[in-house]
């Protein structure tokens, strides 16, 4: 079984629209993250749950709006995509205290 | 985060040691070591941490200077599936809930 699961793996979509990537984990932890990873490498954490609860917000635009139904899944919702939002899109798990082990990616597109 | 500072890119042969050095000059007592590494298009990957003591693990060893400024990440035995880019990384206060990823050593690991 893949500890922390991402889908969908790539999306192509229209700016202006609104989309959502999934991500499951199974490894029980409590606390699961998203990070963007931008076309010059560049990878920044932008959201932090603990179960189920906001932890970390690093300033990124409300269109962007995290949801944990629970806490082995924290899924991404973005409105009103626009061009700089294409970027890979990876959520990650951890203790908190020591690693954290990231899922495949999401490859976003806006066109 | 304590600022650290590695060198962009390295060599290494398949089958030897391969040195990762990295500057953490500022780094304060209770702060941590972590490396991380990203083989092409796949998620970041946990390698080791430490915090004063040299650690080994059954992917490398992490060997940190006394007076804490440095680190040096050794892969013993190369091979080209390491190839990847190698993020040293101190988060704050000693814990793995905020990574910060630098721009990484990019390790390319030749026949």
């Known amino acids: 079984d893949t500890a922390v699961s991402q889908t969908p793996k790539y999306l192509v979509t229209q700016m202006g629209n609104d989309k959502s990537i999934k991500c499951e984990q199974n490894l029980g932890h409590d606390t699961m993250y998203w990070y963007k990873q931008d076309s010059k490498k560049f990878l920044k954490i932008m959201f932090s749950?603990?179960?189920?609860?906001?932890?970390i917000n690093e300033t990124v635009p409300n269109r962007f709006s995290p949801k944990s139904p629970d806490k082995a899944h924290l899924n991404l919702h973005i409105n009103s995509l626009e061009l700089g939002d294409s970027a890979v899109y990876f959520c990650?798990?951890?203790?908190?205290?020591?690693?954290?082990?990231f899922g495949p990616g999401t490859r976003l597109t806006v066109t | 985060d304590a600022k650290t500072t590695q060198p962009p890119s390295m060599d290494c042969a398949e089958g030897r040691a391969a040195n990762l050095p990295c500057n953490h000059s500022?780094?304060?007592?209770?702060?941590?070591v972590y490396w991380y590494r990203q083989i092409h298009s796949q998620g970041p990957q946990y390698i080791i941490h430490g915090l004063k003591n040299n650690e080994t693990n059954e992917m490398a060893s992490l060997i940190i200077t006394e007076d804490r400024k440095s680190s040096t990440l050794i892969l013993p035995h190369a091979t080209l599936r390491d190839t990847a880019v190698y993020y040293c990384?101190?988060?704050?206060?000693?814990?793995?809930?905020?990574?910060?990823f630098g721009t990484g050593t990019r390790l390319q690991v030749t026949l």
């Open positions: 749950y603990n179960n189920k609860e906001l932890i």
């Open positions: 500022t780094i304060s007592g209770n702060e941590y």
């Open positions: 990650a798990t951890g203790t908190g205290q020591d690693e954290q082990y």
């Open positions: 990384i101190v988060p704050y206060a000693g814990t793995a809930s905020k990574l910060t």
